[in-house]
């Protein structure tokens, strides 16, 4: 069964920092593309970080370019998202996702694999 499972989620402070986990059955997340979304109460899910197919390319939705950064250990499996200078407005549940296909990195529909998010609560 494939799986995606994310972890590192938490209460913290207002400009604190938090690093994400993500990790998925076999090699998903170091084949394919991984990507983090959140989803805040009342909104839509959104897209925060992607890394692209060649490995190397990141993408950001720019309410956190500058401050969030997306990284993977292949020999871990694992994808982290580095959370900085952490605000209020990032309070939301964090997904992991993994993209199979070359369909918009930044879509919510482009991703195959999702994970049960993880909670990220930052208090001011």
């Known amino acids: 069964q494939v799986q995606v499972v994310e972890s590192g989620g938490g209460l913290v402070q207002a400009g604190d920092s938090l690093m994400l986990s993500c990790v998925g059955s076999?090699?998903?997340?170091?084949?394919?593309?991984p990507g983090w979304f959140r989803r805040a109460p009342g909104k839509e899910r959104e897209f925060v970080a992607g890394?692209?197919?060649?490995?190397?390319?990141?993408h950001y939705a720019d309410s956190v370019k500058g401050r969030f950064v997306i990284s993977r250990d292949n020999a871990n499996n694992t994808v982290y998202l580095q959370m900085n200078r952490l605000d209020p407005e990032d309070s939301a549940t964090y997904y992991c996702?993994?993209?199979?296909?070359?369909?918009?990195?930044?879509?919510?529909?482009?991703?195959?694999?999702w994970g049960q998010g993880t909670q990220v609560t930052v208090s001011s």
């Open positions: 996702a993994v993209r199979t296909g070359s369909r918009n990195i930044y879509s919510v529909s482009s991703y195959t694999y």
């Open positions: 076999g090699s998903l997340v170091t084949s394919y593309s």
């Open positions: 890394l692209a197919w060649d490995g190397h390319t990141t």
